[in-house]
């Protein structure tokens, strides 16, 4: 279990659950309260914050908040991840081109 806390992408703050699967904090707070969700306390330049297993944020979502604006907030929150993986990539791509071409041009020479 120690490892999903390590894990890349696994975590996520209670802010970003709160912006994107709509959840207030209270409701967050209640649900670490019952146990549907475990939590670690972090501390960055003094302000506690609290970091949520994204997995177990999601299947929070699923058993209780399956509405319509809970599902559109996700979608919208996802839509707006894989826009931003989008872009890095297609910034990655044009620098591989350059790289590429000045390769090419260097054979040339």
């Known amino acids: 279990m120690q490892q999903e806390w390590s894990r890349k992408g696994a975590t996520l703050s209670d802010k970003t659950a709160r912006k994107e699967f709509g959840l207030t904090q209270e409701e967050i707070v209640a649900a670490i309260d019952t146990g549907q969700l475990q939590y670690r306390v972090?501390?960055?330049?003094?302000?506690?914050?609290?970091?949520?297993?994204?997995?177990?944020?999601?299947d929070?979502?699923?058993?209780?908040?399956?509405?319509?604006?809970?599902?559109?907030?996700?979608?919208?929150?996802?839509?707006a991840r894989v826009d931003r993986d989008l872009k890095k990539l297609r910034?990655?791509?044009?620098?591989?081109?350059?790289?590429?071409?000045?390769?090419?041009?260097?054979l040339g020479a």
């Open 91 to 106: 910034a990655e791509v044009v620098a591989l081109e350059e790289h590429r071409t000045k390769l090419v041009g260097d």
């Open 60 to 79: 929070l979502m699923d058993s209780t908040y399956n509405d319509r604006d809970h599902r559109q907030r996700r979608a919208r929150a996802e839509l």
């Open 42 to 58: 972090g501390v960055i330049q003094g302000n506690p914050w609290l970091r949520l297993l994204r997995r177990e944020v999601e």
